[in-house]
T-cell receptor
Framework: DSGVTQTPKHLITATGQRVTLRCSPR?????VYWYQQSLDQGLQFLIQ???????AKGNILERFSAQQFPDLHSELNLSSLELGDSALYFC?????????????FGPGTRLTVT | GENVEQHPSTLSVQEGDSAVIKCTYS??????FPWYKQELGKRPQLIID???NVGEKKDQRIAVTLNKTAKHFSLHITETQPEDSAVYFC???????????WGAGTKLIIKP
């Protein structure tokens, strides 16, 4: 157990819908990262937050948005869902600047769009 | 920006043999190079990492080597076992943003 929690574990929804994925980082970690992993694919970096502020952006679609709240949990919002958005979404956390680089991954949320 | 290339994409070795996975990076400012292992259906987990002030690091059957001049680093697994079967990802990072730039992954298959 990495100490990073993600909910829900599984999500099945229809095209055009909107969903919210939730992540709680390890205690003491200030950075949160979101990744998308499609079937048999690599880790696509979406976005990074540090202490409530957006720090870096990767290949995140305009239909996707995220935020990190004052209690450091983070949410990834996916809207106007398409079949191609079906994937495993991982959240990871790390201490952040000045600390360890190591990223601890949550168990992931498997999103299926039908 | 930084780019990390990883080879091979699939590696099949006989149980007991050694496996080597290689990564190259583009930005000489990168100074941290981790390797993550992802078993089927599970989360990626750090297995070993190296900083740019060190040329080699070993942890039991796993070792990582770094060549800063050539900008490449490698993962070496000796005496491979069935539980080594997984996808391995390399990554690179630098102090400016703590963001990991990931390789595409290598699927390691251990044949009995």
């Amino acid at each position: 157990d990495s100490g990073v929690t993600q909910t829900p574990k599984h999500l099945i929804t229809a095209t055009g819908q909107r969903v919210t994925l939730r992540c709680s980082p390890r205690s003491g970690d200030l950075s949160v990262y979101w990744y998308q992993q499609s079937l048999d694919q690599g880790l696509q970096f979406l976005i990074q937050y540090y202490n409530g502020e957006e720090r870096a952006k990767g290949n995140i679609l305009e239909r996707f948005s995220a935020q990190q709240f004052p209690d450091l949990h983070s949410e990834l919002n996916l809207s106007s869902l398409e079949l191609g958005d079906s994937a495993l979404y991982f959240c990871a956390s790390s201490v952040g600047p000045g600390g360890s680089y190591e990223q601890y991954f949550g168990p992931g949320t498997r999103l299926t769009v039908t | 920006g930084e780019n990390v290339e990883q080879h091979p994409s699939t590696l099949s070795v006989q149980e007991g043999d050694s496996a080597v996975i290689k990564c190259t990076y583009s930005d000489s400012a990168s100074n941290y190079f981790p390797w993550y292992k992802q078993e089927l259906g599970k989360r990626p987990q750090l297995i070993i990492d190296i900083r740019s002030n060190v040329g080699e690091k070993k942890d039991q059957r796993i070792a990582v080597t770094l060549n800063k001049t050539a900008k490449h680093f490698s993962l070496h697994i000796t005496e491979t076992q069935p539980e080594d079967s997984a996808v391995y990802f390399c990554a690179a990072s630098m102090d400016s943003n703590y963001q990991l730039i990931w390789g595409a992954g290598t699927k390691l298959i251990i044949k009995p």
